[in-house]
């Protein structure tokens, strides 16, 4: 008789059971395989044909499969109150389900507590959406990181400031592309608006002067065509052609591949394009947008005066790629090195000491360049930061009222937890419920609020453009906001569930059962979360409001503030004359004539002149309050009119003031743009 329990070991030593288990199998199948042995050999077959068709039999596994529950592992019985296969996340899609069917069955609960997180999160993530636009969302350039501008150190530009960037002249800019040392590559560029007109009204588009190195170094690919390259910027080039915004070719071309090749007319010179700049490039200004850039070298065939000329017009703004390895601070140490040197091979010949003094001690040093530059940043980013505080305390305040509201539907709900604990539901379970639920009313009002802040960002801004150029901000989400907004869901789920989810883990089962599901709320006990949050929630709003009371008094302050002239039917018209390339002599002459055709009753503003501004308007008087640095105009400041401000002394003497107030970006020693374009302000006769 073979030896059936030696068989079976053999067979059953790769399951690794414990001696006891493996000693009731072995018997067990040894018994079995001894009968079927038996068997075979009173049917006539051979003893060891016999036993080789029973090792057959537990060699292919049928009887392994037979037994297979013997072979089983035994579980350990599952807890009350928890899901089997262990884990805390296991049954999450039962608690989903669950708190999906409870926002079902109360509808009104959950369209409240939506609306109100809709309306907090909307506020918060369209104010942060605007500050990602101004202040943290980077230009659209390869590798942003590596970016640097370079900037004046020591103030006092004496000269013309004719552009919003006037940081370096042109024989600045010539020295320090020819010795800096720090950056791979190096760029200058600036804005300008260019008539596309032919005469009579303006039509203008916003221009972006750059070197030949601009796109290169930001690593800029075009859309189509080629992009401008250090070929075509060389002096005396002319106009050998402009790249144009992806925006502008589709509004002007509809995005026809033929576009290149084509012309266009700036300040009545006509350009051929040569490329279109790839989508989502706007240029390195923050909340301005380019629709045509043109070389350097073409800027004196569209100036009387050529910019580039001479050392004393501040006009240019220089952005650099920095080498592998620098650093900002590397690379301003290196700037303040070769700075006195650029300083004196570019010294005016017509400043006066204190000028020439002044002059030689400017300095260079770099700044981080990968979010670009912006005047808004300057102007609106504490602003917002300070409107996203305030936006988040109402958004505190929802969540304190939503739950007061949870902890009082978590009181009517007391029985339904009472008896979950009684049959084995752990707090922790309970705990994971409530949040649950929180968190699928979070989830949902954080998807409202991003629908709304869609619209709340654009009207932003949109007011922050009001009265000023157009402001263009890209307000598509990016990360940072699809991560703001997800940690305010995160945020509000905890603010909102917390409180209702410890109440509900502290709850005694027999205590609540006695009470026949009248709840804890009679209780003193019970009450002291809700009246904490009722309390934080009062003063809080208290806050809010005293603060919202400020600043309506301070808008009705500046809505009331007398500007020490009349303001209704006031004109402000502004004229290009840089098409008439007048020489400086002429210039005090052509706006006389100007004055005069228009100033006297019933005048028509835009008689015969080019590039007018402005719709025809027919004036009772005209006065200039700007042009070649000299004062405002005599009578301009007559009573009923332009009064004079109470500290203006009484005399026309403030006239210089008004008109250096007027223009930004004015630099001492020079008049804005050259007398390039002339603002004149008239009275509008009454129902014209």
Not at 1 to 17: Q, S, T
Not at 359 to 383: C, I, K, M
Not at 511 to 520: E, I, M, P, S
Request: net charge positive; hydrophobic share 45%.
């Amino acid at each position: 008789m073979p030896d059936w329990k030696k068989e079976v070991r053999a067979a059953i030593a790769r399951l690794h059971l414990d001696h006891a288990r493996e000693e009731s199998i072995a018997e067990e199948l040894a018994e079995h395989l001894s009968e079927q042995y038996a068997e075979l050999v009173r049917n006539g077959v051979s003893e060891e044909e016999a036993r080789l068709r029973a090792l057959e039999e537990l060699d292919t596994g049928k009887l392994g499969a037979e037994l297979e529950p013997l072979f089983r592992p035994e579980r350990p019985p599952v807890a009350p109150g928890t899901e089997e296969g262990g884990g805390w996340l296991a049954g999450l899609g039962k608690d989903v389900r669950l708190g999906a069917r409870l926002m079902r069955r109360n509808p009104g609960f959950a369209a409240v507590a939506i609306a109100s997180l809709a309306l907090g999160i909307g506020a918060n993530a369209a104010i942060f959406q605007l500050i990602d636009a101004v202040a943290l969302r980077t230009i659209a350039a390869a590798a942003p990181e590596q970016l640097a501008n370079v900037l004046l150190v020591h103030g006092g530009r004496v000269g013309s400031s004719v552009s919003r960037q006037h940081e370096i002249s042109s024989a600045i800019w010539e020295q320090l592309r020819q010795r800096q040392q720090a950056f791979s590559g190096m760029a200058a560029w600036s804005t300008e608006r260019f008539d596309m007109g032919n005469g009579g009204e303006a039509r203008y588009t916003d221009g972006l002067w750059v070197s030949g190195d601009f796109f290169e170094t930001l690593e800029i690919r075009p859309a189509v065509g080629r992009l401008i390259a250090a070929g075509d910027d060389r002096r005396g080039c002319g106009a050998p052609g402009v790249v144009v915004s992806d925006s502008f070719w589709q509004s002007e071309f509809g995005g026809r591949a033929d576009a290149v090749g084509k012309w266009v007319t700036l300040n009545r010179h006509s350009f051929p394009i040569i490329g279109v700049a790839p989508r989502g490039f706007l240029g390195l200004e923050v909340g301005r947008k380019f629709d045509v850039a043109l070389p350097l070298c073409s800027e004196p065939l569209m100036h009387a005066d050529a910019w580039t000329e001479g050392g004393t017009t501040w006009w240019l703004a220089v952005i650099g790629r920095l080498r592998p390895g620098m650093t900002v601070e590397r690379a301003t140490a290196r700037l303040t090195l070769i700075a006195p040197g650029i300083f004196a091979a570019t010294l005016p010949a017509g400043y006066d000491a204190i000028q020439r003094k002044d002059y030689l001690r400017f300095g260079l040093r770099a700044a981080p360049g990968a979010t670009g530059v912006s005047n808004l940043r300057t102007e609106f980013e504490d602003p917002l930061w300070l409107l996203l505080g305030i936006s988040g305390a109402v958004l505190l305040i929802a969540c304190a009222n939503i739950a007061n509201m949870t902890l009082a539907r978590a009181g009517a709900r007391q029985r339904e937890m009472a008896l979950r604990m009684a049959i084995g539901a752990s707090p922790a379970r309970l705990v994971r419920q409530l949040m649950v639920e929180s968190l699928l009313i979070a989830a949902a009002g954080a998807a409202a609020g991003g629908a709304l802040a869609q619209i709340l960002s654009r009207a932003l801004a949109a007011g922050i453009g009001a009265g000023q150029e157009r402001v263009f901000l890209s307000l598509s989400p990016d990360w940072r906001v699809l991560a703001f907004m997800a940690g305010l869901a995160v945020l509000t789920c905890v603010a909102c569930g917390a409180a209702p989810a410890v109440r509900a883990a502290n709850t005694d089962p027999g205590a609540a059962v006695k009470t026949g599901g009248r709840g804890l709320t009679g209780g003193r006990r019970s009450l002291r979360w809700g009246r904490m949050l009722v309390v934080a929630q009062v003063a809080a709003s208290v806050a809010l409001v005293a603060t919202a009371s400020l600043f309506v008094r301070t808008f009705e302050n500046l809505a009331h503030l007398n500007a020490g002239f009349a303001q209704d039917h006031v004109l402000v018209a502004e004229f290009d004359l840089s098409p008439l390339k007048l020489a400086a002599g002429e210039r005090r002459e052509n706006k006389r004539e100007i004055l005069a055709g228009a100033g006297h009753s019933g005048g028509d503003l835009c008689r015969g002149r080019h590039n007018c501004a402005v719709e025809r308007q027919r004036l009772e008087r005209v006065y200039r309050y700007s042009g070649d640095g000299g004062a405002a105009e005599a009578g301009v400041f007559q009573r009923g009119e332009l009064g004079l401000l109470p500290d203006a002394g009484g005399s026309d003497a403030g006239g210089q003031g008004l008109q250096q107030r007027g223009h930004a970006g004015r630099a001492s020693g020079g008049d804005c743009q050259r007398g390039i374009r002339e603002t004149v302000t008239g009275k509008r006769r009454r129902g014209g």
